[in-house]
């Protein structure tokens, strides 16, 4: 069977709101926080793809998505051609032994009652399988992330450090056999040389295993350093999507240029080239129409006031943006367009 | 720390170890294995029949021989009755609490986890009792349903229900809150896996030191019961009941007569210290 479609994980359309409130008869419906709109994006096998962005621009609620402890109101998610929860693919059961999740808060992800070893094999036997076989195995799992079994095996996770209690979470992670794993901000809470081992960590588990990771960070630099490709997030959309090298040399939209604008460097002499963005986002549950960068774009024009971009290629095709300035679209375009929306 | 690297320890002997500094949950958990000790042997402890009534030593001080804490109204030996009241106080302290934690604990579980309409069935009957104080409700429905231990021991079950439901809900929505739990699902668990391994576990220590915490309020509202006629029936040996029949002598010997109330005060207030130092030689966080 020979495989065009080289993508292994593609999600489609994906659209979350979340309601605010309950429903009371006979009143307005209250309004929605519109966490995820239209979001779609390819995972190579093999590859990580960074997913960067501002609070709240609806990273985590992808990462939830993605292995349906929250459903979707619309879109698809294919995992190796089967589509989650659809006819012909892959049921949650299923796509939990393909995709697993590992969480930022290391301690609130852990069970403070149950010793680690239970932990790790807790997957695997709410799966069927055998209690003193998954046991066994777990003692694995924690050689495979470094953790010394015949010290930390019986240990209760408030007196392991937070790069051990990681661990432990990727070891869980491993337990279930994936070949996807969602890092959510699962380094930023961690001290750096302790994020550095804990990177070092995944990127040896990710040759070792044939892994496929999304990677959710707000670090900019550590991004850089594990991804392959990166997907950039605005208020629930996503603005850019390329190669590392792409996104990170030649940005096009503004508001990546304007994130990578704002990271310190260690060098003095770099200056800030652009003004970093100020403010907040606006709100998700009234975003400002149009192009929803435009309230804080510093080259907003007309156009991005009244149409919302499209996601596309930009001169190479597999670098895709969402902006009116940066696409194929010429100034003339631009131009043309904002006399037909004047007249 | 390095020292005992390789000796990791569970979770009991870290709370074992923590209350083994602590004197007051010690010596209230020791007054109180006296007491149950006491009221268990009380045939081979107590040194004189307790129904056995002699007019001639009515309301003897204490310290009278023969009769070292003195005797009641009707005479009979104060010591021996206190010894024997102890059982049925601490029945009605123990029985009422303990069915009314696995019915509440149970209620307060399911609509913690499942939420939505059934959380809101569960909790909002839960209220409706709540409407009505604790001590009123229970005198309510032992007057509705008439005297008598058993009738004694089901009104109190009635009244700790609600508040243990709405402990175990509150505890119960928390715990769900906690990402441990999406973890526990992203890993495939059924519900019920996830209530037995995971909320249980950590639901239970809360509930169980609230329902320590009950267990006096439990000793004082029966004893309430008593006093006024609607739990145990003379001559039957009740610490609430002595109370009651004694206070008409309360001029004559008050020492005496304070007795029943001094077993029932330190019952209840040993239950209450030890589930304070409970609770925070089981809490995780430290």
């Not at chain 1, 337990?175 to 990127?203: R, Y």
């Not at chain 2, 320890?9 to 500094?21: A, C, F, G, K, N």
């Not at chain 2, 696995?102 to 409706?128: K, Q």
Request: hydrophobic share 40%.
């Amino acid at each position: 069977m020979a495989k065009i479609d080289k993508s292994f994980v593609k999600v489609r359309n994906l659209k979350k709101y979340f309601q605010t409130g309950t429903q009371i008869p006979f009143l307005k419906k209250p309004p929605a926080v519109k966490a995820v709109e239209n979001v779609s994006f390819d995972v190579f096998k093999g590859e990580t793809l960074g997913v960067v962005g501002e609070s709240g621009c609806g990273k985590s609620t992808v990462a939830r998505l993605l292995i349906q402890l929250i459903k979707p109101d619309a879109g698809e998610i294919i995992i190796d051609g089967l589509a989650v929860e659809k006819r012909g693919g892959i049921s949650t059961r299923d796509l939990r032994h393909r995709m697993q999740m590992v969480f930022q808060d290391s301690y609130a992800t852990l069970n403070p009652r149950m010793p680690i070893e239970e932990s790790i094999a807790f997957g695997p036997i709410s799966n069927g399988k055998k209690p003193s076989e998954a046991m066994l195995e777990s003692k694995h799992f924690m050689d495979q992330v470094g953790l010394d079994p015949n010290i930390y095996l019986h240990r209760y996770p408030h007196e392991l450090s937070g790069g051990q209690r990681q661990r432990v979470n990727i070891a869980r992670a491993l337990a279930m056999g994936p070949e996807v794993i969602i890092l959510d901000e699962a380094v930023s809470a961690l001290d750096k040389s302790v994020e550095a081992q804990v990177l070092n960590l995944l990127t040896d588990l990710k040759s070792d295993l044939k892994l496929t990771y999304i990677f959710i960070s707000h670090d900019l630099n550590v991004v850089k350093y594990i991804s392959d490709k990166v997907m950039v997030m605005y208020l629930g959309e996503v603005v850019e999507y390329g190669t590392v090298e792409d996104v990170y040399n030649s940005p096009k939209h503004p508001y990546t240029e304007a994130l990578l604008a704002s990271q310190p460097s260690m060098d003095p002499s770099r200056k800030l080239k652009t003004v970093p963005i100020t403010g907040d986002p606006p709100n998700p549950i009234n975003p400002p129409s149009g192009c929803k960068f435009h309230t804080r774009c510093p080259k907003v024009t007309d156009l991005c006031r009244t149409v919302n971009p499209k996601l596309q290629s930009t001169d190479n095709v597999d670098h895709l943006t969402a902006c009116h300035l940066a696409s194929n679209v010429t100034e003339v375009d631009v131009l043309n367009a904002q006399k037909g929306l004047n007249s | 720390m390095s020292a005992n690297i390789n000796k990791p320890r569970t979770y009991w002997q870290s709370v074992r170890s923590r209350l083994r500094r602590d004197p007051v949950t010690l010596t209230c958990a020791g007054i109180i294995i006296g007491i149950v000790l006491l009221s268990i042997f009380a045939p081979l402890i107590a040194p004189a029949n307790p129904y056995d009534a002699n007019m001639m030593k009515r309301l003897a001080p204490i310290g009278s021989p023969g009769y070292p804490l003195g005797a009641d109204e009707l005479g009979r030996d104060m010591l021996s009755r206190l010894i024997y009241g102890g059982r049925i106080s601490l029945i009605m302290g123990l029985v009422p609490v303990f069915i009314a934690l696995i019915i509440g604990a149970s209620c307060g579980l399911v609509a913690g986890y499942v939420g939505g309409r059934t959380n809101m069935l569960i909790m909002r009957t839960m209220d409706i009792f709540y409407a009505f104080p604790s001590i009123m409700l229970a005198i309510a429905i032992s007057g509705a349903i008439g005297a008598g231990i058993e009738n004694g021991l089901l009104s109190l079950t009635l009244v700790f229900i609600p508040p243990i439901t709405r402990v175990s809900e509150t505890i119960t929505v928390q715990i769900k809150s906690l990402d441990f739990i999406d973890a526990a699902r992203a890993s495939g668990a059924s519900n019920s896996r996830i209530i037995l391994s995971h909320i249980i576990v950590n639901a239970l220590g809360p509930i169980f030191i609230y329902c320590t915490s009950l267990v006096s309020v439990s000793i004082i509202i029966a004893s309430g019961l008593s006093f006024l006629g609607l739990g145990v029936s003379p001559p039957e040996a009740d610490w609430g009941l002595m109370l009651s029949t004694l206070r008409q002598s309360i001029y004559v010997n008050p020492w005496v007569c304070a007795l029943p109330g001094v077993m029932i005060f330190t019952t209840s207030l040993c239950f209450n210290l030890m589930s304070d130092g409970l609770r925070s030689a089981m809490d995780m966080k430290m």
